[in-house]
């Protein structure tokens, strides 16, 4: 393995941070700005939105200009983008921060997956990917407590300081270690978006999409799912970060073993199934248990939520990639805009959710998400198997 994958992956793990630490600073970010937590949510929407709208359209524009110099760029706009949410003195300019930080995140994930693709050789084009996109997940794992963790110390303030700090030394180290001269690929939007006629690919992205909405209307609240909902403390949210971050190593790990040994679609519909099952067990007991014991389920549940949630991702990639092999690298980033606006969406929904009802409430409706990807599932399987016979009988 390239040695250079792992700056990639440093940089993914750096930029995916913000997105996932923020569920635990809405409620000391609202209460500083003097807004309420769901607006606040605005904050995860306009980052996510913004992620998956930089990554094809930022790329396209970007053309085949160097690498080396792409990602650097892209890591230092991120890091102003936190310098500037760290001093904003009003929400308006927490907002413009998420805009910039998000572009430039997409921006990086999608030059930085084609770059290790290009280090590694096209033969181990599946491995350099799953490296780089591994820095995600680790986000989940370990920046994600981390940062709540410095947010408790020094505010929230402190966590964007810290981002912005290893972000820093990311760009650095990036700028002296990847080779000069490494040109991209020039492709037009409708080049990249043309990968979505595919057969199978459309449905797919699709299901991603309702996935991950249904996810982050929970997770992206999971502040006021605690508190309000389960009784807990604020200093138990960095706690809570860390046995779902440990359950999503776990369902990450185990998700590609599995996709090979029973087959991605059996494992990603086994995922949707156990995501509907923990969003109605946490409504469930939300309201029907004692807050102590509520408090106890929402803890015990963390890894298993982990463990399932983390699950999906690596199988449905793998299901995306089986469609069209050959557009592989174009397909996989149109999944990644579907994630990030799911999570745009889900969060948006969610935060409307909040203002409407009581917190214990948000996993009924988060659980309406994977029946919907259950659904669109069957149908898109039913379409490819139709369309595999017709082929068969010409």
């Given at each position: 393995?390239?040695?250079?994958?792992?700056?990639?992956?440093?940089?993914?793990?750096?930029?995916?941070?913000?997105?996932?630490?923020?569920?635990?600073?809405?409620?000391?970010?609202?209460?500083?700005?003097?807004?309420?937590?769901?607006?606040?949510?605005?904050?995860?929407?306009?980052?996510?939105?913004s992620y998956a709208i930089g990554a094809p359209l930022l790329s396209a524009l970007a053309g085949a200009a160097d690498r080396r110099r792409l990602l650097v760029a892209a890591m230092l706009t991120f890091v102003v983008g936190n310098c500037i949410a760290a001093t904003s003195v009003s929400f308006a300019t927490l907002l413009f921060a998420q805009i910039v930080m998000g572009m430039a995140s997409g921006l990086f994930a999608a030059t930085a997956q084609a770059t290790a693709v290009s280090l590694a050789g096209a033969e181990h084009r599946a491995l350099a990917i799953s490296i780089v996109v591994g820095g995600t997940t680790f986000a989940v794992a370990l920046g994600a407590p981390?940062?709540?963790?410095?947010?408790?110390?020094?505010?929230?303030?402190?966590?964007?300081?810290?981002?912005?700090?290893?972000?820093?030394?990311?760009?650095?180290?990036?700028?002296?270690?990847?080779?000069?001269?490494?040109?991209?690929?020039?492709l037009t939007m409708s080049e990249r978006f043309g990968a979505i006629g595919r057969p199978g690919v459309a449905s797919s992205l699709s299901v991603t999409f309702l996935y991950l909405t249904g996810g982050f209307m929970i997770i992206s609240y999971l502040a006021p799912l605690a508190i309000d909902g389960a009784g807990l403390s604020q200093l138990a949210l960095p706690g809570l970060l860390l046995a779902f971050g440990v359950g999503a190593v776990i369902g990450n790990l185990s998700s590609g073993y599995l996709a090979d040994r029973l087959g991605a679609t059996r494992v990603v519909t086994a995922s949707l199934i156990s995501a509907l099952v923990v969003s109605l067990m946490i409504a469930t007991g939300l309201h029907l248990l004692t807050r102590d014991l509520a408090g106890l389920l929402l803890i015990g549940i963390m890894v298993p939520w982990g463990i399932v949630g983390w699950a999906f991702p690596p199988a449905q990639a793998s299901r995306i990639v089986g469609f069209a092999p050959e557009v592989a690298h174009l397909t996989l980033s149109l999944n990644a805009s579907a994630i990030y606006l799911g999570i745009a969406t889900g969060t948006a929904i969610g935060g409307r959710v909040l203002e409407n009802t009581a917190a214990a409430d948000l996993d009924f409706f988060a659980a309406l998400f994977p029946v919907a990807s259950l659904a669109v599932l069957y149908a898109g399987l039913r379409s490819h198997r139709r369309r595999l016979a017709t082929v068969a009988a010409e």
């Open positions: 393995m390239d040695k250079r994958l792992i700056w990639l992956a440093v940089g993914s793990f750096t930029m995916s941070t913000v997105g996932f630490v923020f569920s635990s600073l809405l409620p000391s970010i609202a209460a500083d700005t003097h807004t309420t937590i769901p607006r606040a949510g605005h904050l995860i929407t306009l980052f996510a939105l981390l940062g709540a963790l410095i947010a408790a110390f020094w505010g929230w303030r402190g966590t964007f300081g810290a981002i912005a700090l290893l972000g820093l030394s990311c760009a650095a180290v990036l700028w002296l270690r990847l080779p000069r001269g490494l040109s991209g690929t020039k």
